[in-house]
């Protein structure tokens, strides 16, 4: 007798051939999503956009590579543009900021050292401790701190990357010792750029500011020989750009400078501060007193200025016066002369009358003295009343007779014969 099979055999082998089926079908999906993702990768993580103020160039296994432009083949990728690229390690692509200003500070290089409490160190905190503290040295051998700022832009990113090595995380510790047996330890840059171009910064700096007294780098600028006679005034910033930009090209850096400023003013060591602001103030006091003796000098010379146009105007007025009187009186003298040429009896009448009249205006007391044909002399003595009358012109018009006529007259003696 044959033996049947189990009944249950049946469902366990369908079950297995549907867990085949379902795992090989996931395992096809699973691929399927493997090799999506990567296609994805592939083609889609390539896509990149250079950002705005950027430009961008293509390394392929470390080669630049160069693109058609418009202008013909660059190895740059122009801002505000699509690209595509192979992922990493195949490309790689570099951004350069290129069209925004950049700023590099020399920062402590020429300044007191400061801890990061932000006090400065050591225990008296005013001596100078050489190998600690930057200072710069001027021309007569006086000693300043200062902080220098450049700001440039990228030209040429080719030149500004592949010209230089530059590894952002390359970094080391710089030790010091300071007097009072205190080690601290500083974190510096030791490649890029941004350290080249403080170190060209410092090196333009202490090389001009060698050539300026203390005076003129305070002041930040002085006088020169201008080859014509005369004199320029120079600033020492313009002057130490130039050094900078001598500098920069040479070494072909591709930046395009664009400022370079002085943070505040020199400061002179801890130890000669007091005394640098004494004579601080009294280049201020200085200053005030000549602007104050300035102030009154122009009041003055505003007051005399007024005074001399005034005075000025009253002899001009006073001259009009005179001479137009003078031009009356020789009007006058004119017609009278005229008068005089047609009928001189009357004229010479006139006149003695006015002058007769204008003798006689201011007297109280008059005497009238007359002599008789025959000889004989009398005296008569008038007392005259002062009467008001309206003054009368100076001179009587040419052709009529002078009349008095006194308001009474009474005789006041007795003729008397001689």
């Not at 399927?32 to 956009?49: D, E, H, N, P, Q």
């Not at 951004?95 to 925004?100: E, T």
């Not at 007297?363 to 008001?388: A, E, F």
């Not at 040419?398 to 008095?404: D, I, P, T, V």
Request: charged fraction near 20%.
């Amino acid at each position: 007798m044959e033996s049947q099979p189990h009944a249950s055999e049946t469902p366990q082998a369908t079950g297995m051939a549907s867990l085949t089926r379902m795992l090989r079908i996931l395992f096809f999906c699973f691929l399927t999503l493997i090799a999506g993702v990567f296609i994805y990768y592939f083609v889609f993580s390539g896509i990149i956009r250079v950002e705005e103020q950027y430009e961008a160039m293509l390394l392929r296994f470390g080669v630049l590579q160069k693109h058609a432009t418009d202008t013909g083949d660059s190895p740059i990728l122009q801002s505000g543009k699509w690209y595509w690229s192979y992922p990493y390690p195949v490309d790689e692509v570099i951004l350069v900021p290129a069209n925004k200003s950049i700023s590099v500070s020399t920062g402590n290089t020429f300044k007191a050292w400061v801890n990061p409490s932000g006090n400065m160190a050591g225990a008296s905190a005013r001596e100078l401790r050489n190998g600690v503290d930057g200072y710069l040295v001027s021309g007569d051998m006086h000693i300043f701190h200062a902080e220098w700022v450049v700001s440039y832009r990228v030209e040429d990113p080719a030149s500004y990357y592949l010209n230089f090595y530059d590894d952002n995380n390359t970094t080391g510790s710089t030790t010091f010792y300071l007097p009072s047996s205190e080690q601290v330890k500083t974190q510096d840059r030791l490649r890029g750029h941004e350290l080249m171009i403080r170190n060209m910064l410092a090196d333009a700096v202490l090389s001009e500011t060698a050539n300026w007294t203390t005076e003129d780098l305070i002041r930040t600028s002085r006088l020169v020989p201008d080859g014509k006679g005369g004199e320029a005034t120079v600033r020492l910033e313009d002057r130490i750009r130039a050094r900078l930009s001598k500098i920069v090209e040479e070494v072909g850096l591709g930046i395009q400078l664009q400022t370079v400023t002085l943070v505040g003013i020199y400061q002179p060591p801890a130890a000669a501060l007091q005394a640098f602001n004494q004579v601080n103030a009294s280049e201020r006091n200085r200053q005030t007193l000549i602007q104050n003796a300035s102030t009154y000098a122009n009041q003055v010379m505003a007051q005399a200025n007024a005074t001399c146009d005034r005075l000025i105007n009253e002899a001009k007025a006073y001259q009009e016066t005179v001479v137009g009187e003078l031009q009356a009186q020789a009007q006058y003298f004119s017609s009278i002369q005229a008068e005089y040429a047609k009928n001189p009896r009357s004229t010479i009448t006139v006149l003695y009358a006015n002058a007769i009249r204008d003798m006689l205006r201011g007297v109280p007391n008059k005497y009238i003295l007359h002599q008789t044909p025959d000889g004989t002399q009398q005296q008569l003595r008038l007392q005259i009343s002062q009467v008001p009358e309206e003054r009368q012109q100076d001179a009587t018009p040419l052709g009529q007779e002078a009349s008095y006529a006194p308001a009474s007259a009474q005789p006041t003696g007795e003729k008397s014969r001689e």
